[in-house]
T-cell receptor, first 117, second 114 residues
Framework: GNSVTQMEGPVTLSEEAFLTINCTYT??????LFWYVQYPGEGLQLLLK?????DKGSNKGFEATYRKETTSFHLEKGSVQVSDSAVYFC????????????????FGRGTSLIVHP | EAGVTQSPTHLIKTRGQQATLRCSPI?????VYWYQQALGLGLQFLLW???????NRGNFPPRFSGRQFPNYSSELNVNALELEDSALYLC?????????????FGPGTRLTVL
């Protein structure tokens, strides 16, 4: 079945440090890959996505590249801010068909990021 | 464009009671998903509705049920509440098909069972 593995948290960084949160996946076919962010007390927000191999998703200074050869979708940011402190979820989703199937999105367990001033 | 909305924001119940949670998807979205986010457990898939029908359900007991209305809004019902049902319940909506089918999440309903 499909699975997503994220690095264990919390990840603790100082402001302006470089961030990498690792994400690897197992899936058949060609899934779409996503990063979501959850700020304290809120629901999940889509951060970025990539739908095919070698695609790079980017948003708010965050980037992730769909690497099919290593089945990875690592999240990176060159200079983190205190406001980036949140929980980050990696997820995958296979193409859906209206006839059914079990193409339910699969989420990783989340990685907590704490950024200190 | 209005996002996914959920109500209530917080819900406090006692063991054995029933809870009803509501979700309104983004306009034009036909799929609604429900997830449970218990402390330390990540997101656990509960239910998926599309075009008014239940398409799939996760590994939860039958006392977790729901439905989707003709306007695509959805209700999650939890019967015979247990203490371990305390969690943040997230609803997400999507267009329902395709590689670019992205889920958009609501802010969640925090259910506390005493």
């Amino acid at each position: 079945g499909n699975s997503v593995t994220q690095m264990e948290g919390p990840v603790t960084l100082s402001e302006e440090a470089f961030l990498t949160i690792n994400c690897t996946y197992t899936a058949t076919g060609y899934p779409s890959l996503f990063w979501y962010v959850q700020y304290p007390g809120e629901g999940l927000q889509l951060l970025l996505k990539a739908t095919k191999a070698d695609d790079k998703g980017s948003n708010k200074g965050f980037e992730a590249t769909y690497r099919k050869e290593t089945t990875s979708f690592h999240l990176e940011k060159g200079s983190v801010q205190v406001s980036d402190s949140a929980v980050y979820f990696c997820a995958l989703r296979r193409p859906l068909v209206r006839s059914g199937g079990s193409y339910i999105p699969t989420f990783g367990r989340g990685t907590s990021l704490i950024v200190h001033p | 464009e209005a996002g996914v909305t959920q109500s209530p924001t917080h819900l406090i119940k006692t063991r054995g009671q029933q809870a009803t949670l509501r979700c309104s998807p983004i306009s034009g979205h036909t799929s609604v998903y429900w997830y449970q986010q218990a402390l330390g457990l990540g997101l656990q898939f509960l239910l998926w509705y599309d075009e008014g029908e239940e398409r799939n359900r996760g590994n939860f007991p039958p006392r977790f049920s729901g439905r989707q209305f003709p306007n695509y809004s959805s209700e999650l019902n939890v019967n015979a509440l247990e203490l371990e049902d305390s969690a943040l319940y997230l609803c997400a909506s999507s267009t329902g098909m395709g590689l670019t089918d992205t889920q958009y999440f609501g802010p969640g309903t925090r259910l506390t069972v005493l």
